[in-house]
């Protein structure tokens, strides 16, 4: 039995990848055939799928040579040449190539050269005796090969493409998809034996392939990403760019492996984040906009490294040790908002506990400039003792909060919470929001301060007018972050109220104690929040009694919901009218105005829906007859159904009263 694999005449690689496959199937099957399959029966099963073209990906027909019998140097008819230029375009082997498995790829040729080809392939094209719809049909694809080719490319010597030549490679796309009726099928052309010779050193997998709708669908959407990532470069502010990362990171259909590769490019290009500063510049510019600003701390020296210092030395290297630990932390994030939804939360689960670390270090550095500048304590609520702003650490502590907020809203996006947990995950959501805001209003007040004695200082009138202008800009994007926050705060305090009321009634619960109890739901809902210090995630208890709120009786909390769902219904009609940068720049950032602003007009869609249904259950609180329908009819919409105004806020469908 242990040398099935030998007498089969495959490497045991493949042995293993076939016998692995068998157990996934076997894993879908009813219990009984589980059992049957238990233990020894599984490796003998693979046995028998050996050869089994179904299972086995490397099984050879009879007669069949292991080598790759198609000559692509042969001549092809134009009718072939045209098949063959159209069935590329929906083969797809790899996402990410993180294993090469020997194989060379085409870095060797430069992207000049290919489009050298290219031209002339087209100019000897128009020379040809050819059909003229087969001549008309193999330009379109030569060009729109090369228009792709050189569009893309323009990254590479730092210049954006206009958004004219994206609209033209579209026309050649649909000029491609128009003339693919002329193609003729060439047998033999595309194959699995690729997948045969890397079955030696990896299982093998089926060849991807889709269909032709499904590939003009793709490269057009494609295209739209791409234009959207060189939209992203319009951003003129390190904040700015961070929303654009995050409209681009959440767009529904999800951005491909191309365009969230060319922008994660952007983020380290030729030294430069964005093509804009350097990664110790940019992190200055978001201390700036939001805890430092017109601060003395940052000075920006001459010398080659570009590093930060001040004139008092310890002060300097508390700034340089600042920067070492940021520099490239702070960029991560905008990095991982270049991964896949999936990879995004969990990437943010690790750097919540990296942050959380940083901002206990950070602290110390905040106490060392505190002493060596001699500062002064302000009050900061009235009847506490008086305190220090905490610049560093209040930044880095914002920015976790962001991270946090975001985890955890991600969670309602891919449908990790079951329908009973969603109460629970709001509220904590809504309480995260609420220390946020507080958060927010302490760096605000911080910053008037600094405002009002930069006013009164003995500065000359240009440094005022500098020193005040940076403050009020820093206000400004406070305020901005303070709104979007205020309104994501309501509306999941509304739906918490909502869910509440509902489990009240028998909906949406817990379907018995067979797999999960509450508390196993809390450990693994509170695992990747557990490592921070700082907000400490509630108790098992707490969560319990806030998530339930058992002293509010169903009447008081329809109420609550009802003035929630209405604060939230002008929060979010406050955050409509801004933008999602501070200073516009050009046309080509319209694209983004369109998506952020299509992103809170579906938050403003999912407010007033939850205030309607707060407007049901207080009309359907005490009928019985509604109460038994609700239990059978109720639902949550899924991602892209109707009823779904957006991934973060599922407001439940319920029955008319």
């Given at each position: 039995?242990?040398?099935?694999?030998?007498?089969?005449?495959?490497?045991?690689?493949?042995?293993?990848a076939i016998a692995a496959r068998v157990v996934r199937r076997s894993l879908k099957e009813g219990p009984r055939l589980q059992a049957e399959r238990r233990g020894e029966m599984d490796l003998r099963f693979a046995?028998?799928?050996?050869?089994?073209?179904?299972?086995?990906s490397g099984a050879l027909e009879p007669g069949e040579t292991l080598d790759e019998d198609f000559d692509i140097e042969e001549d092809f008819l134009p009718e072939e040449l045209i098949w063959l230029m159209d069935e590329m375009l929906n083969r797809e082997e790899e996402d990410f190539t993180t294993q090469l498995f020997n194989r060379e790829l085409l870095h060797r040729f430069s992207a000049e050269s290919i489009s050298d080809i290219a031209t002339e392939a087209i100019e000897a094209l128009e020379e040809s005796d050819l059909d003229l719809n087969q001549q008309s049909a193999i330009?379109?694809?030569?060009?729109?090969?090369?228009?792709?080719?050189?569009?893309?490319?323009?990254?590479?010597?730092?210049?954006?493409?206009?958004?004219?030549?994206?609209?033209?490679?579209?026309?050649?796309?649909?000029?491609t998809q128009n003339t693919h009726h002329l193609g003729v099928v060439v047998p033999g052309a595309f194959s699995t034996k690729l997948q045969r010779r890397l079955a030696s050193t990896v299982p093998p997998r089926?060849?991807?392939?889709?269909?032709?709708?499904?590939?003009?669908?793709?490269?057009?959407?494609?295209?739209?990403?791409?234009?959207?990532?060189?939209?992203?470069?319009?951003?003129?502010?390190?904040?700015?760019?961070?929303?654009?990362?995050?409209?681009?990171?959440?767009?529904s259909p999800q951005p491909s492996t191309y365009p969230r590769a060319l922008l994660q490019l952007f983020l380290n290009f030729e030294g430069r984040v964005a093509n804009r500063n350097e990664p110790v510049y940019f992190l200055e510019e978001d201390l700036q906009s939001l805890t430092l600003p017109a601060s003395q701390l940052l000075t920006i020296?001459?010398?080659?490294?570009?590093?930060?210092?001040?004139?008092?030395?310890?002060?300097?290297?508390?700034?340089?040790?600042?920067?070492?630990?940021?520099e490239q932390t702070f960029i991560n994030v905008y990095r991982a908002l270049c991964l896949?939804?999936?990879?995004i939360r969990r990437t943010f689960c690790h750097a919540l506990v990296e942050w959380d670390v940083l901002q206990g270090q950070v602290e110390e550095l905040d106490s060392t400039i505190q002493e060596a500048l001699h500062e002064r304590p302000t009050q900061y609520l009235p009847g506490s003792p008086p305190t220090y702003a905490f610049s560093l650490s209040s930044w880095v502590y914002h920015h976790k909060l962001n991270l946090l907020r975001l985890t955890i809203q991600m969670g309602f996006d891919q449908m990790i919470y079951a329908p009973h947990e969603m109460a629970g995950m709001y509220w904590y959501?809504?309480?995260?929001?609420?220390?946020?805001?507080s958060h927010l209003e302490r760096i605000s007040h911080f910053v008037t301060v600094k405002d009002t004695e930069m006013k009164r200082s003995s500065m000359n009138a240009g440094s005022k007018s500098k020193a005040a202008g940076e403050c009020k800009a820093a206000l400004d994007r406070l305020y901005r972050q303070y709104a979007w926050v205020k309104a994501t705060q309501l509306l999941a305090g509304t739906l918490h109220g909502i869910f509440v009321v509902l489990q009240r009634h028998g909906v949406f619960v817990r379907q018995g104690p067979l797999y999960s109890s509450d508390l196993?739901?809390?450990?693994?809902?509170?695992?990747?929040?557990?490592p921070l210090s700082i907000p400490l995630p509630p108790t098992a208890e707490d969560f319990a009694t806030q998530t339930d709120v058992p002293d509010l009786t169903t009447e008081k909390l329809l109420d609550q919901a009802t003035t929630m769902a209405a604060s939230a219904k002008k929060a979010w009609e406050e955050v409509s009218r801004t933008s999602w940068n501070v200073f516009p720049k050009g046309e080509e950032a319209l694209v983004l105005d369109e998506k952020w602003n299509a992103d809170v007009k579906s938050c403003l869609k999912a407010a007033i829906a939850a205030g309607l249904s707060v407007l049901t259950l207080k009309k359907a609180n005490n009928n019985e007859e509604w109460r038994a329908r609700a239990r059978k009819e109720a639902r949550l919409p899924g991602l892209e159904e109707k009823g779904r105004w957006h991934p973060w806020w599922i407001v439940p469908q319920l029955p008319a009263v």
């Open positions: 039995m242990a040398f099935a694999w030998k007498a089969a005449g495959i490497t045991y690689n493949r042995y293993l046995k028998w799928q050996i050869g089994d073209r179904k299972m086995d330009s379109a694809r030569l060009n729109f090969r090369n228009d792709v080719l050189e569009t893309l490319m323009q990254h590479s010597i730092g210049q954006t493409p206009p958004s004219s030549l994206f609209s033209f490679i579209h026309d050649s796309l649909k000029e089926p060849m991807v392939t889709v269909s032709m709708d499904e590939a003009w669908n793709f490269w057009h959407q494609m295209l739209d990403d791409c234009k959207n990532v060189f939209s992203v470069q319009q951003a003129t502010h390190g904040q700015d760019l961070i929303t654009a990362y995050q409209i681009f990171a959440y767009s020296s001459d010398n080659a490294c570009g590093r930060l210092h001040n004139g008092n030395q310890q002060v300097a290297d508390c700034m340089r040790r600042f920067v070492d630990q940021f896949n939804s999936c990879r959501l809504s309480t995260v929001c609420d220390i946020h805001l196993l739901r809390y450990e693994i809902r509170m695992k990747p929040f557990h």
